[in-house]
């Protein structure tokens, strides 16, 4: 019904910047709340920064200060900006779009992830 890709992973070098997108399919796009989520090998999947249907945005405390997450609705897409990216940022990060229903049950959708590697 729904697929999320997202690009812009890759390696790069502690301090650097790196901006993810996510692309996703249809055309209701807008009526979702997105997010962008990271795994690390060993560690629970862990929310990122999210961003409501609404515009209003929620980040982890690791990343308050140098990700920033925005939607740009017409193109369907979700981008996470990166910044003064650390060694700890390594991780997989996925895009994540969510649809709550009237009675509380909710559509969700996961891309494939992304690899982003920071490193020297």
């Known amino acids: 019904q729904v697929q999320l890709v997202e690009s812009g992973g890759g390696l790069v070098q502690p301090g650097g910047s790196l901006r993810l997108s996510c692309a996703a399919s249809?055309?209701?796009?807008?009526?979702?709340?997105m997010g962008w989520y990271r795994q690390a090998p060993g560690k629970e999947r862990e929310l990122v920064a999210g961003?409501?249907?609404?515009?209003?945005?929620n980040y982890a405390d690791s990343v308050k200060g140098r990700f920033t997450i925005s939607r740009d609705n017409p193109k369907n897409t979700v981008a996470l900006q990166m910044n003064s990216l650390k060694p700890e940022d390594t991780a997989v990060y996925y895009c994540?779009?969510?649809?709550?229903?009237?009675?509380?049950?909710?559509?969700?959708?996961w891309g494939q992830g992304t690899q982003v590697t920071v490193s020297s």
């Open positions: 994540n779009a969510v649809r709550s229903h009237f009675l509380g049950s909710k559509d969700e959708y």
């Open positions: 249809g055309t209701i796009f807008s009526s979702f709340d």
């Open positions: 961003i409501s249907r609404g515009g209003s945005t």
